[in-house]
């Protein structure tokens, strides 16, 4: 990782309502050692989905795939000072930031900031269930009656400590490790986005999960947030962002010999083309757009919404929507159909590998034989792999409960039409 510069800081975190904790911050902030982000930045929820999605992988799918947990938590603590560097004007000692949802978060915390003063504000029960993390506590009546005097408290504690030892951080390299050497699969769900993703890295040049599906860009949306950008600054985020996920992707490229390019899968990305256009703009971005009757019907066999064949129509309407709306901002950018990946998937791989800029070879062309028929979806998929299996399947009324929803952009597409 980018080295640090000699001066350090000390993170305080408080565990607290928001009414409990704007009070301290207000106190704080009028201290000249202190810096209070504003608007709060409330690093440790916006993490939360980072730090569950690890914990739940176990290892073996979303961001724990990429990485180890020891390199993860380094990864996010820099990311936290990056994010709060902003604020760290001459002369401060400490970062003030809040939680106002401890009582679930706090068993991460130590693993982000092991060097951070906890404060817990609230009443017994809840001090009493993040107690294991917690330096100092107060009841939330107390702080409440004299936040002054609370704020006090807590300035001679962490004061009281040695050298604060929080890094911090010199700004991201200007330059990107994946730099151009991005590859993202786009689509909405049970439309090929998984079988595309295998094909494309039956490179040797393109490396990537087994599934694809690492979550890491849903997962850092919420330090997209407007108070986030506000607080940090946008260029402080978009570089904090690409580093962090540099940091982890990078580790695929070493796991496969030869790769030089990654890829990445996640059906959820199709609702964070922003971010994406401004974090990642180098990229390669594909589109894999499947007949909605059939994407509807295969996520209503593999339990969506209870099988609610609307709410899956206005899912897919959504997904691909968003795609094409969101199109634009994407230099790199290709839109292909399930239904010609199915038809010849030697030729359409052919082309976007030379699209992407890898080196056509007979290892990759053999490779890619193994994966043509594969069945990777693991969700109860409706007979063999296909098109138009929502004509042998699906009764005129449930056809006509998607295309309420649906007809629009099937028509837009070219799904409806004299071929019906």
Same mark, same amino acid.
Do not use: H, K
């Given at each position: 990782m980018t080295g640090s510069r000699a001066r350090s800081y000390r993170p305080v975190i408080v565990l607290a309502d928001d009414a409990s904790a704007g009070r301290l911050e207000a106190s704080l902030s009028r201290r000249p050692e202190w810096a209070v982000p504003r608007p709060r930045l409330d690093l440790l929820a916006a993490f939360g989905r980072l730090l569950w999605g690890f914990e739940t992988g176990d290892g073996s799918a979303g961001v724990s795939s990429l990485t180890s947990r020891s390199r993860f938590d380094l990864a996010l603590?820099?990311?936290?000072?990056?994010?709060?560097?902003?604020?760290?004007?001459? +002369?401060?000692?400490?970062?003030? $930031?809040?939680?106002?949802?401890?009582?679930?978060?706090?068993?991460?915390?130590?693993?982000?900031?092991? $060097?951070?003063?906890?404060?817990?504000?609230? $009443?017994?029960?809840?001090? $009493?269930?993040?107690?294991?993390?917690?330096?100092?506590?107060?009841?939330?009546?107390?702080?409440?009656?004299?936040?002054?005097?609370?704020?006090?408290?807590?300035?001679?504690?962490? +004061?009281?400590?040695?050298?604060?030892? +929080?890094?911090?951080?010199?700004?991201?390299?200007?330059?990107?490790?994946?730099? +151009?050497?991005?590859?993202?699969?786009l689509g909405a769900a049970r439309s090929g986005t998984t079988w595309l993703h295998r094909m494309l890295s039956a490179h040797p040049q393109l490396a990537g999960t087994e599934t694809g599906e690492t979550w890491l860009f849903p997962d850092i949306a919420p330090l997209w947030t407007t108070k986030i950008r506000q607080s940090a600054g946008e260029t402080v985020v978009v570089g904090a962002l690409r580093e962090f996920c540099d940091e982890l992707l990078v580790g695929l490229l070493s796991e496969a010999r030869g790769a030089t390019h990654v890829c990445e899968k996640t059906p959820a990305t199709v609702w964070r083309l922003p971010m994406m256009a401004r974090v990642f703009p180098d990229a390669y971005y594909v589109h894999v757009v499947r007949d909605g009757r059939d994407a509807v019907l295969s996520m209503a066999h593999s339990g969506f919404a209870d099988g609610d064949l609307t709410a899956a129509a206005r899912t897919w309407v959504d997904a691909v929507n968003r795609v094409r709306q969101g199109s634009s901002a994407l230099p790199n950018f290709r839109e292909v159909r399930y239904e010609q990946l199915f038809d010849d998937p030697r030729e359409l791989v052919g082309q976007l590998w030379d699209w992407i800029g890898l080196t056509p070879s007979a290892e990759a062309s053999n490779l890619l034989e193994h994966r043509i028929g594969e069945r990777v979806t693991p969700l109860m998929p409706v007979g063999d792999i296909g098109v138009g299996k929502w004509r042998a399947v699906l009764s005129p009324e449930q056809r006509r409960e998607i295309e309420a929803v649906a007809a629009p952009l099937l028509s837009e597409l070219g799904y409806l039409g004299a071929a019906e």
């Open positions: 603590r820099r990311l936290a000072d990056l994010l709060v560097a902003p604020w760290l004007a001459a +002369g401060t000692s400490n970062v003030l $930031d809040a939680c106002t949802d401890g009582a679930r978060l706090a068993p991460f915390l130590r693993s982000v900031w092991p $060097d951070a003063v906890v404060v817990a504000v609230g $009443d017994a029960a809840a001090i $009493d269930a993040v107690s294991d993390v917690a330096d100092l506590s107060f009841a939330t009546a107390e702080v409440a009656a004299n936040r002054d005097e609370a704020a006090g408290r807590i300035a001679a504690y962490v +004061g009281a400590r040695p050298e604060p030892v +929080g890094a911090l951080p010199a700004p991201p390299a200007s330059t990107s490790r994946l730099g +151009g050497r991005l590859v993202v699969v």
